[in-house]
């Protein structure tokens, strides 16, 4: 059967559009031009992306330090006390107060309240002490003087968040526990006579190769 005018033209018109189809696409220069096209607005949208995702990180960053601080803060009257033996029916308020008292002869049950933190397990080392000082004045005391207590199973340190107390361990490791110690909850080392503040781990790895290659101090 014989095709009508406007079948042919359609037929021709798929035709030619076939031919040009193979004709453009056995073009070796304009195939790797296509590509090439693809590849850069591809690896432009990488390069947003990945802008996009370290903007987003570092305000996480930003985040998790404002709300470390905040934590921090609430923790600025406190210290941790380890070593204090743990037992059934205590009043570890009267107990840390009766231990601190040895440092410091003015603190009394009234300047302070003490908790355990941690759950009881038998046959293991006591479960440490928080103890909360109403002033600031008597943590600072106890902290100065704490050395004072002759017994050497008890250790005081500051009552830190997981953040700090996990970058002061790690810059004790770095660079010595004796070179590395804290005040109101600031991670601090001595660098060239000069206090430093421990921000974060990459401070505290910075100058850990400083001391190491005897570079000078860049924060």
């Given at each position: 059967?014989?095709?009508?005018?406007?079948?042919?033209?359609?037929?021709?018109l798929k035709q030619t559009i076939k031919d040009s189809i193979i004709e453009i696409f056995s073009d070796k220069d304009f195939i790797a031009s296509m590509f090439k096209t693809?590849?850069?607005?591809?690896?432009?949208?990488?390069?947003?992306?990945?802008?996009?995702?370290?903007?987003?990180?570092?305000?996480?960053?930003?985040?998790e330090q404002k709300i470390d601080y905040m934590y921090q803060a609430e923790k600025v009257n406190n210290i941790?006390?380890?070593?204090?033996?743990?037992?059934?029916?205590?009043?570890?308020?009267?107990?840390?107060?009766?231990?601190?008292?040895?440092?410091?002869?003015?603190?009394?049950?009234?300047?302070?309240?003490?908790?355990?933190?941690?759950?009881?397990?038998?046959?293991?080392?006591?479960?440490?002490?928080?103890?909360?000082?109403?002033?600031?004045?008597?943590?600072?005391?106890?902290?100065?003087?704490?050395?004072?207590?002759?017994?050497?199973?008890?250790?005081?340190?500051?009552?830190?968040?997981?953040?700090?107390?996990?970058?002061?361990?790690?810059?004790?490791?770095?660079?010595?526990?004796?070179?590395?110690?804290?005040?109101?909850?600031?991670?601090?080392?001595?660098?060239?006579?000069?206090?430093?503040?421990?921000?974060?781990?990459?401070?505290?790895?910075?100058?850990?190769?400083?001391?190491?290659?005897?570079?000078?101090?860049?924060?």
């Open positions: 059967m014989a095709l009508t005018r406007s079948q042919q033209e359609k037929a021709e693809m590849y850069d607005k591809f690896n432009l949208h990488e390069q947003k992306t990945e802008a996009s995702i370290k903007k987003f990180e570092q305000q996480i960053d930003t985040l941790c006390i380890h070593g204090i033996p743990d037992e059934k029916n205590e009043n570890i308020s009267n107990k840390a107060a009766d231990l601190l008292k040895c440092a410091v002869p003015i603190i009394s049950q009234q300047n302070l309240s003490a908790y355990r933190i941690g759950y009881h397990i038998n046959n293991e080392k006591p479960r440490p002490v928080i103890v909360k000082f109403k002033i600031h004045q008597n943590k600072s005391e106890v902290m100065k003087n704490f050395k004072k207590i002759k017994n050497k199973k008890i250790y005081i340190c500051e009552d830190l968040t997981k953040i700090r107390l996990d970058l002061l361990n790690e810059a004790k490791s770095l660079l010595g526990k004796t070179n590395v110690w804290t005040m109101d909850g600031n991670i601090l080392t001595k660098i060239d006579d000069k206090i430093v503040k421990l921000k974060n781990q990459n401070t505290t790895t910075r100058i850990s190769i400083r001391i190491l290659h005897h570079k000078p101090l860049e924060l």
